[in-house]
C-alpha cells in the first residue's frame, strides 16, 4: 500500500469551505470519518458556518439604500480634475492676494512644474507660506475639531488621512485644512512649537511615485523634506533647514507605518 | 452604461453584510460601504485588471473598517459597537434558530478583529483562501491559523454556553 500523505488542519478547515482538490477529497473524508473527535469538531465548524451565513443572509437581502447608488457616484464626479484643481489653485492665490502671486504665475510660465515627491515639496512650502504665516487663521478647522478634519480630509482625499502627532516633539496640533495643489486636493496639518515656530505636513494621493525616499529642499526660508509611501506623499515643511526637520520627518514616517501595520 | 456599476453593483449586497458583521451597527456599516463605493469608482480605473472585482472591493472596504475601528478604540468606545440589540439584530424575530443566531453573532462580535475578518471572508463572503491572504495583506498561513483559531474559539464558546443554558434548550440544537 502507498503511504498516506499526513492531513493537515488546513484541510479539514478547506473540506468544511469546500475548498480541497478533488483528488484528496477523498482521503480527508475517510480520515474524518474514522476518527470521531475529529468528526465533532469539523461538524461543530460545518454548523458554525451554516449558522453564521443564515444569520448574516437578511441583510444582503435588503433594498440597497439610495446612499449606495454606484451610477449616481460617477455622475458626480468632477471630470478633468488636474485641469479644474489647478483653476481652483490658481482663483485661490489671486483671491488671497498673496504677494507672491505673480511670481508664482510667472514661474507656472517659464518652468516646468516638479512631479513627484518633488512637488509635494514644492505644494507644501507654498501652503507654509500661505497658511502657516497667516497670524489670525491659519487653518480651516482647529485641533480640537480632530475627528471633523480626519472625516473630512480622509473624504476629500478618499483615503483615511489624520495629522501625525508630534506633541512629543514640541509641536502642538493647530488644526488643518484642505488645499489645492496642480495635483489634487491635498491635507496641510499646521503645528507650533514651543517659541512659537509653526511647521506644515501636507498630505495627498501620489499618482505617480507610489513611493519614494526621503528628500531634502529649500524653497527660499523655507525648508522641508518630503517622501512618499504607500501611494500618499508627504511634505514636512517650516521655517527650518532641511537637516533640522529630517528627525522629525522620520518621526511621522515611524508613526505612519506603525499605524498601517497595527 | 460604466461597465463599472456593473461590475460593482452586485457586490453591495455582500459589501453591506460584511460591513454590518465587522460594525454590527447599521449606520456605521452603511457609511463604511458608501466610502467604500466611493474609493472603488475614484480608483476604478487604476485598478488591476487581473485581480477579481469582488476581493478588491472587500479590501477597500476592509481597510476602511480597520480605520474606522481604531478610530472609535481611540475614542474609548468598544471595539465592536455595543451587543447588537434584539432589535437590530438583522435575523426575523419568528426564525427558529434564531438563538443559536444571536449566540453566534455575539460570540463573532467578541473575537479579536483580525480573526473576524478572515472568518467572515472565508465562511460567508465565499473568498477563497488566496484571495482573504490578499485582500488582508497577509500570508496564506496567517489566515489559515487565523482561521482555525477563530473556529476553535467560537466552538468553545458556544459549547460552554450551550452547558450554561437549560439542557431541555440545549437538546434542541
Given amino acids: 500500500m502507498t503511504p498516506v500523505r499526513p492531513i493537515s488542519e488546513a484541510e479539514l478547515h478547506a473540506c468544511v469551505d469546500g475548498a480541497l482538490p478533488p483528488d484528496r477529497a477523498p482521503e480527508v473524508e475517510s480520515y474524518i470519518a474514522s476518527h470521531p473527535e475529529v468528526a465533532a469538531r469539523v461538524e461543530a465548524w460545518r454548523q458554525q458556518r451554516r449558522l453564521l451565513r443564515e444569520a448574516l443572509a437578511p441583510i444582503a437581502e435588503e433594498p440597497i439604500p439610495p446612499e449606495l447608488n454606484v451610477a449616481a457616484m460617477i455622475e458626480a464626479r468632477p471630470l478633468a480634475r488636474p485641469m479644474t484643481s489647478r483653476r481652483i489653485a490658481a482663483a485661490c492665490l489671486l483671491a488671497l492676494g498673496v504677494g507672491a502671486a505673480g511670481g508664482w504665475g510667472l514661474r507656472g510660465a517659464t518652468m516646468p512644474d516638479p512631479v513627484g515627491v518633488a512637488a509635494v515639496g514644492q505644494e507644501a512650502a507654498e501652503s507654509y507660506r500661505v497658511y502657516a504665516a497667516d497670524p489670525v487663521r491659519p487653518v480651516e478647522l482647529g485641533a480640537e475639531s480632530r475627528e471633523q478634519l480626519v472625516h473630512w480630509v480622509s473624504q476629500r482625499l478618499q483615503r483615511p488621512v489624520a495629522p501625525p502627532d508630534l506633541e512629543s516633539a514640541g509641536y502642538v496640533l493647530l488644526g488643518g485644512r484642505l488645499a489645492a495643489t496642480s495635483h489634487g486636493p491635498a491635507a496641510v496639518f499646521i503645528y507650533q512649537g514651543v517659541g512659537g515656530a509653526r511647521i506644515a505636513v501636507l498630505v495627498r494621493p501620489m499618482a505617480v511615485e507610489q513611493t519614494a525616499k526621503m528628500r531634502e529642499h529649500s524653497y527660499g526660508a523655507v525648508g522641508g523634506v518630503s517622501w512618499a509611501e504607500n501611494g500618499l506623499g508627504y511634505g514636512l515643511v517650516g521655517a527650518a533647514s532641511p537637516g533640522e526637520l529630517h528627525p522629525l520627518a522620520d518621526q511621522i514616517r515611524s508613526q505612519i507605518r506603525q499605524s498601517a501595520i497595527s | ?173
Wanted: glycine content about 2%; overall charge positive; hydrophobic content about 45%.
Fill in chain 2, 1 to 173: 452604461m460604466h461597465d463599472c456599476v456593473r461590475h460593482i453593483e452586485p457586490v453591495i449586497p455582500a459589501l453591506r453584510r460584511f460591513a454590518w458583521a465587522l460594525t454590527r451597527d447599521r449606520a456605521a456599516a452603511d457609511d463604511l460601504v458608501q466610502d467604500c463605493l466611493e474609493r472603488a469608482v475614484s480608483r476604478w480605473a487604476q485598478r488591476r485588471t487581473d485581480r477579481e472585482v469582488r476581493p478588491w472591493l472587500f479590501t477597500i472596504l476592509h481597510n476602511l473598517a480597520i480605520s474606522r475601528l481604531r478610530e472609535l478604540k481611540r475614542r474609548g468606545r468598544p471595539e465592536a459597537l455595543e451587543d447588537a440589540a434584539p432589535g437590530d439584530l438583522a435575523v426575523p424575530p419568528v426564525q427558529e434558530h434564531r438563538l443559536a443566531h444571536l449566540d453566534l453573532v455575539r460570540a463573532v462580535g467578541e473575537l479579536p478583529e483580525e480573526q473576524r475578518s478572515v472568518l467572515l471572508l472565508v465562511s460567508v463572503e465565499d473568498l477563497s483562501y488566496s484571495e482573504v491572504a490578499e485582500a488582508l495583506q497577509i500570508p496564506i498561513g496567517t489566515v489559515m491559523s487565523r482561521l482555525h483559531r477563530a473556529r476553535e474559539r467560537l466552538r468553545l464558546a458556544l459549547a460552554a454556553e450551550g452547558d450554561a443554558r437549560s439542557p431541555r434548550l440545549r437538546r434542541v440544537k
